[in-house]
């Protein structure tokens, strides 16, 4: 490792100066670290966004965008970890570089450790020295333990940082620019009709997001590398070992200077016969800066010298040999009290137990929360648009409480309006058939069904349908619905049936 | 006070009799007639005349906001010649006193008693121009009227004849030396009209029509002739009220006035009354689109009139210059519309 190379200054410091030390970082290589970053996450963020367009989820693209951050957060580390000890890397060395890193880590860290708030500290651990299993374990472990909580704290830092820009970025634009000078679909989105272009609303939303991200993210990824830095630092006595670098070349050069002078003092004198030409002292060659070196990567897997430098490492005792327990003493609890024998206390494993509860539970949480999605998204996909009143907050105090109102529309709609006319439940059976018959004719807009939309914003819809005959069989429907909903005017069996003819058989395919 | 119908000393007028409904095909021809003789006089501005239409056929009363000089006199009178009814004009002023209004008891030495003197009021259609120019104690003198049909003068009742309908007008731009509607006065209004400013076409088509062979620019209501009497319009009043309502649009109504009184930047939001003038009103929208039932679309389509002189708004909302009908837009958005 060629420590003499570094261009930071090492030195043991507290956190916060270490988070200071990663700002100052990522201000000297600012260029390239955000030319990298939106090289690699622009496109990435672009899909996402074009992906919860097209699906008319407004919300997946902001979703999407957080869940895939830990994915982009490789591009800054890259940068920096090559400008501390080389020169920083240009946007395309850095795309092409991330081939060269573990993808291990990365898949973890957008997945089940996706919460995870050491992020910014575990991240340089796991791609620059590439540890894995228990030795990983043990080696985070020696890491995180006195910086854990600040490594908390920059992130939750860094996520209301986040929250600022994002809200000072809409409020600025609601609250600054006059309304007559925004374009309309600005204006539309956040105006208050945003139910009416939810693709538009969660475009720019995911678009402002991703900008709060770009900006603050780097500096998330640059103080935990300079957290990493700084634990390191303290480990390995990076600033010690420096030190004696530097007064060891102070030596050689003084050496030199004092080897020349001898030599002069020797040439003055009359040797001819030593008058032959002396060769010339080989040169030192240079020393190369590896970051392979520095921070122990292999640079390819025939490259042994990490694995024999880590189990070297994974021996000494100073990683994890240092332990600090805790046990709860009673207070008086004798006179002659007798010395503390540790892990007898009956308080022995309470904290453990604790952190492995709340652990376990959030955990749960977690994976209840990524099942609860799952589910979500199958039920979306089986049905093109939710029934609007299920969305809704108000929900109507039906006088028809005898027959139970289905939530979600059955599969087989046509099936269960038919049975509901049979069984003389008439007006249950029209609306089940109006309802879809608006959800049929949102689908077929590609609108979202909104939940005020009344008879004749259906009839509206349906005029914009191309196909005639559909066009036609939805105002029946509607006009059906009104006429036996408001007037008490029902049709006979055989239009009801007409009504029905050429229904799909399964709710959501087209008629 | 300007008093355009005389009102001599009479004695109280008996309760009007049971009115018997009118057939609704009838219903739509008197409707189509009355319409053709207003438009003869009130050129253009036709949503403001269904609007007015719409309290005329609910029993309702109006008010009208709109600068001067748009109409609102001609309207009223137009739709009293075309009703065939008494028509009766109060300028509200700073001066106006209560009994201006409503009428008084007067001395009459001859006869040594105390004679009743009706007041304006007693009309079948009452201009009350330039309302908020009179102070609150006058403004409450037609509190009575309005909601009761009836006025107390020395501790007699005379009810007003029917069909009975103030049509009163305000200007929303001198606001200086005015004294705002009380919440009280307001909520006794059935539809709030907003009149602007005519189109192109229709203030072309009036200035050609009102000067075409005429020295002076007055108001004529001369062309309209009388399409329906005061029993007719009673009858057409009846059959609007027995018009069918079914129970999920009552419930569509209620919970939009409800939501009035939940949505925030609304201090004050509509009482039961804006429920009961929903439903009122949706059934004179059904009869004026030729139906015999109410659907939530007429429910919908009469809100912000029913409702936008029903809000007080807080002042954050007042400072971002949101109306009531802003407010009213985003809350039907919001208010689902009944489907079961």
């Not at chain 1, 591009?75 to 991330?98: H, I």
């Not at chain 1, 600025?172 to 309309?184: C, G, N, Y």
């Not at chain 1, 609007?388 to 139970?404: C, F, M, N, V």
């Not at chain 2, 909302?317 to 919001?334: F, G, M, N, S, T």
């Amino acid at each position: 490792m060629e420590l003499e190379r570094i261009t930071v200054a090492l030195r043991p410091r507290t956190a916060r100066e270490a988070v200071d030390l990663g700002a100052a970082m990522l201000r000297a290589h600012a260029r390239t670290v955000w030319s990298a970053w939106f090289a690699f996450s622009l496109p990435v963020a672009a899909l996402c966004i074009a992906l919860g367009w097209l699906l008319h989820w407004p919300w997946l693209a902001t979703l999407l965008i957080w869940w895939l951050l830990p994915l982009f957060d490789r591009v800054p580390l890259y940068v920096l970890s090559r400008a501390v000890f080389e020169r920083a890397p240009r946007w395309r060395e850095t795309l092409r570089g991330q081939r060269q890193w573990r993808w291990g880590g990365t898949i973890a860290s957008i997945t089940w450790r996706r919460i995870d708030s050491h992020r910014a500290l575990r991240l340089p651990m796991e791609l620059l020295e590439g540890l894995a299993g228990k030795q990983r374990g043990e080696r985070w472990r020696v890491l995180r333990r006195p910086i854990g909580t600040e490594a908390s704290s920059l992130a939750f830092g860094c996520l209301e940082l986040v929250l600022v820009i994002f809200l000072g970025l809409f409020l600025s634009v609601v609250l600054f620019i006059p309304a007559e000078l925004m374009p309309d679909w600005v204006r539309g989105s956040v105006g208050g009709v945003a139910r009416r272009t939810p693709e538009v609303t969660g475009a720019l939303i995911a678009g402002v997001a991703y900008l709060a991200w770009s900006a603050i993210e780097p500096l998330h990824v640059a103080a935990g590398f300079a957290l990493y830095l700084n634990r390191r630092t303290q480990l390995e006595a990076w600033d010690v070992d420096l030190a004696f670098r530097r007064l060891r070349d102070r030596w050689l050069a003084a050496g030199r200077a004092a080897a020349v002078l001898l030599l002069a003092l020797v040439c003055a004198c009359p040797h001819g016969a030593w008058a032959q030409k002396v060769a010339a002292p080989k040169k030192e060659e240079a020393p190369v800066t590896r970051i392979e070196d520095a921070f122990a990567v292999p640079a390819s897997n025939s490259d042994k010298r990490f694995a024999t430098a880590a189990a070297e490492a994974f021996r000494d005792p100073r990683f994890g040999g240092a332990h600090k327990d805790h046990t709860w003493v009673p207070r008086n609890w004798s006179w002659n009290p007798k010395p503390v024998q540790l892990g007898r206390s009956p308080f022995e494993g309470f904290g453990n137990v604790l952190a492995i509860g709340v652990k376990g539970l959030l955990t749960l949480l977690l994976i209840g929360l990524i099942v609860a999605i799952g589910v979500y998204v199958i039920r979306r996909a089986r049905m093109p648009v939710i029934a609007a009143h299920t969305r809704g907050d108000a929900k109507l105090d039906t006088h028809l409480e005898t027959i139970e109102v289905q939530e979600v529309l059955p599969d087989d709609l046509a099936g269960a309006t038919h049975r509901l006319w049979s069984g003389g439940h008439r007006r249950e059976a029209l609306a089940l058939l109006y309802r879809g018959c608006v959800e049929q004719v949102a689908a077929a807009l590609q609108l979202p069904v909104e939940q005020d939309a009344t008879e004749a914003d259906c009839l509206r819809s349906a005029r914009r349908l191309g196909d005639t005959q559909r066009r036609q069989r939805a105002e029946a429907i509607v006009r059906a619905w009104q006429y036996a909903a408001y007037a008490d005017r029902y049709p006979r069996d055989e239009d009801f049936a007409r009504l029905l003819d050429g229904w799909p058989a399964r709710h959501g395919s087209a008629a | 006070m300007t008093t355009e119908s005389p009102s001599p000393a009479l004695a109280p007028e008996p309760p009007a009799a049971a009115v018997s409904a009118l057939p609704f095909d009838q219903l739509m021809a008197r409707i189509a007639s009355l319409r053709e003789q207003v438009a003869r006089a009130f050129i253009g501005q036709e949503q403001v005349f269904d609007e007015v239409l719409l309290a005329l056929l609910a029993g309702g009363h109006v008010l009208i906001e709109g600068v001067p000089g748009l109409g609102k006199t001609l309207l009223v009178r137009a739709l009293a010649a075309a009703v065939s009814c008494s028509f009766g004009r109060v300028q509200f002023t700073p001066d106006l006193m209560p009994t201006d209004v409503t009428g008084h008891a007067i001395y009459d030495p001859k006869a040594e008693r105390f004679q009743i003197r009706r007041g304006p009021v007693f009309a079948n259609l009452l201009l009350a121009d330039e309302i908020n120019r009179a102070p609150a104690k006058t403004q409450a003198a037609l509190l009575e009227c309005m909601q009761e049909g009836q006025v107390t003068i020395e501790g007699r009742r005379f009810p007003l004849p029917a069909p009975f309908m103030v049509v009163a007008t305000q200007n929303p731009i001198e606001q200086e030396g005015t004294y705002p509607l009380p919440e009280a006065q307001l909520d006794r209004f059935l539809i709030k009209v907003l009149i602007d400013y005519p189109t192109l076409d229709d203030e072309k088509r009036m200035v050609d029509e009102v000067l075409s062979g005429r020295v002076a620019a007055d108001l004529d209501v001369s062309r309209v002739n009388p399409v329906l009497s005061q029993p007719e319009l009673l009858a057409l009043q009846q059959g609007v009220a027995e018009l069918r309502v079914d129970a999920a649009v009552i419930d569509y109504a209620v919970r939009i006035a409800r939501a009035t009184r939940e949505w925030p930047g609304v201090l004050g939001g509509a009482g039961p009354r804006g429920g009961l003038a929903l439903v009122r009103l949706a059934r004179a929208q059904a009869v004026l689109d030729g139906r015999d039932f109410v659907t939530p679309d007429d429910v919908r389509a009469v809100a912000l009139p029913a409702l936008r002189h029903r809000l007080l708004l807080a002042p954050e909302a007042l400072i971002e210059r949101q109306r009531p009908d802003d407010v009213l837009k985003a809350l039907l958005h919001k208010v689902a519309a009944p489907r079961q």
